[in-house]
């Protein structure tokens, strides 16, 4: 059985904080951030579905459900 991630980030929500808290509580490290002055993604490679980052972000930027679509939570 394939799992699909359905976990993305919002960039429009999103407000680049330079301690992401959606990341720290990741343990896989998949929140990823290349370049300081953009925002993080989520490595659907390295995500395994926890959701414990969804509810930290405080701007609501870490979303589920198809991207541009609606929270199927």
Do not use: Q
């Not at 394939?2 to 990341?23: F, G, K, P, Q, Y």
């Not at 896989?28 to 995500?47: K, T, W």
């Not at 930027?61 to 939570?73: E, Q």
């Amino acid at each position: 059985m394939v799992r699909t991630i359905e976990l993305w980030i919002d960039d429009a929500l999103c407000h680049n904080c330079s301690r992401c808290l959606a990341a720290k509580v990741c343990t896989v490290r998949a929140i990823v951030r290349l370049d300081r002055d953009e925002p993080p993604f989520l490595d659907v490679h390295r995500c395994y579905d926890c959701r414990k980052c969804l509810p930290v972000c405080p701007f609501g930027a870490v979303k589920n459900g198809a991207m541009g679509g609606s929270a199927t939570a």
